[in-house]
């Protein structure tokens, strides 16, 4: 089954600089790789995705890169505001491991100073 | 709604007390997962409902919890006898077989 690790685990940043989240994995049989976000009080919500047909996508400030090679992705955000203070969570698709269809990283808790 | 919801939003108990937690997944999602969270902490993987198959039930931390999912749509999420270290917010998820899960609001678990 899979494994993903994710770094860091708390990540502070001024308000217009960019942040960068990094996560592994170990099954290269794994394709699809989403970013969840989650702001406080509420549950994890998707904010991009990468399949490995692809080495990185944009969505206006975000993005994410794939190094299937090196088996890791990043996310990066440029420009922060606060509202993207919130814990971004990475996930590796799972195959024929136990637990379901995504492996999770631990998170990381990003906050955005004004 | 089309999105996956949960009840309650809240839940206070007493210790020794059992609780049932209710998630009504998205409409032809065959996957339906439960993980829990503590304050701070990332998601705590508990249980995996794929279909008609038996449910992965690798991460229940004890045998004071049990999950059911009735005829492939609700599930109730059932801890008896709880105690302090349950709460947490307990997150529910949905699916197709693959690609992106879709979660809940979650329920807050307070145990006095």
């Known amino acids: 089954g899979e494994n993903v690790e994710q770094h860091p685990s708390t990540l502070s940043v001024q308000e217009g600089d960019s942040a960068v989240i990094k996560c592994t994995y170990s099954?290269?049989?794994?394709?699809?790789f989403p970013w969840y976000k989650q702001e406080l009080g509420k549950g994890p919500q998707l904010i991009i995705d990468i399949r490995s047909n692809v080495g990185e996508k944009k969505d206006q400030r975000i993005a994410v890169t794939l190094n299937k090679t090196a088996k890791h992705f990043s996310l990066h955000i440029t420009e922060t505001q606060p509202e993207d203070s919130a814990v971004y969570f990475c996930?590796?698709?799972?195959?024929?491991?136990?637990?379901?269809?995504?492996?999770f990283g631990k998170g990381t808790k990003l906050s955005v100073k004004p | 709604g089309a999105g996956v919801s949960q009840s309650p939003s809240n839940k206070v108990t007493e210790k020794g007390k059992d609780v049932e937690l209710r998630c009504d997944p998205i409409?032809?999602?065959?996957?339906l997962y439960w993980y829990r969270q503590s304050l701070g902490q990332g998601l705590e993987f508990l249980i995996y409902f794929q279909g008609n198959s038996a449910p992965d039930k690798s991460g229940l931390p004890s045998d004071r919890f049990s999950a059911e999912r009735t005829g492939g749509s609700v599930s109730t999420l059932t801890i008896q006898r709880t105690q302090q270290e349950d709460s947490a917010v307990y997150l529910c998820?949905?699916?197709?077989?693959?690609?992106?899960?879709?979660f809940g609001p979650g329920t807050r678990l307070t145990v006095l």
């Open positions: 998820a949905s699916s197709r077989p693959l690609g992106e899960q879709f």
């Open positions: 409409s032809g999602h065959t996957a």
């Open positions: 996930a590796g698709e799972n195959y024929g491991g136990s637990q379901g269809n995504l492996i």
């Open positions: 099954d290269s049989a794994s394709n699809y």
